[in-house]
Nanobody, 126 residues
Framework: QVQLIESGGGLVQAGGSLRLSCAGS?????????MGWFRQAPGKEREFVAA????????DYADSVKGRFTISRDNAKNTVYLQVNEVKPEDTAVYYC??????????????????WGQGTQVTVSS
């Protein structure tokens, strides 16, 4: 069973920063998975934020976060990160990490990921 555990969310002022983490738990070794971050704001559908290849050499970002967010991974620590800088109130959402074992590249769509964490709340105050 694949277990992904997000952490690092919280309340942050606009313009501030957070680092979200997604750790593989139990027998989940994230090095074999493509990893992505998605978010869901109240009343909205879940949307793609960022993705990273297995090696970490390829990344992709939603236009709304490009230049402000950075996805990275440390396979030795079994963890993927999302550095969130210059946050805006519209970044308020539950952030989910996701994993995919079979595909290649850096998928942007929910259906391309098989495994999901429970999410961590990020709230940005203006």
């Amino acid at each position: 069973q694949v277990q992904l555990i997000e952490s690092g969310g919280g309340l942050v002022q606009a313009g501030g920063s957070l680092r979200l983490s997604c750790a593989g738990s139990g027998r989940t070794f994230i090095s074999i998975y493509l990893m992505g971050w998605f978010r869901q704001a109240p009343g909205k559908e879940r949307e793609f934020v960022a993705a990273v290849s297995r090696s970490g050499s390829n990344t992709d970002y939603a236009d709304s976060v490009k230049g402000r967010f950075t996805i990275s991974r440390d396979n030795a620590k079994n963890t993927v990160y999302l550095q969130v800088n210059e946050v805006k109130p519209e970044d308020t959402a539950v952030y989910y990490c996701a994993a995919e074992r079979s595909r290649i590249g850096v998928p942007r769509h929910e259906y391309e990921y098989d495994y999901w964490g429970q999410g961590t709340q990020v709230t940005v105050s203006s």
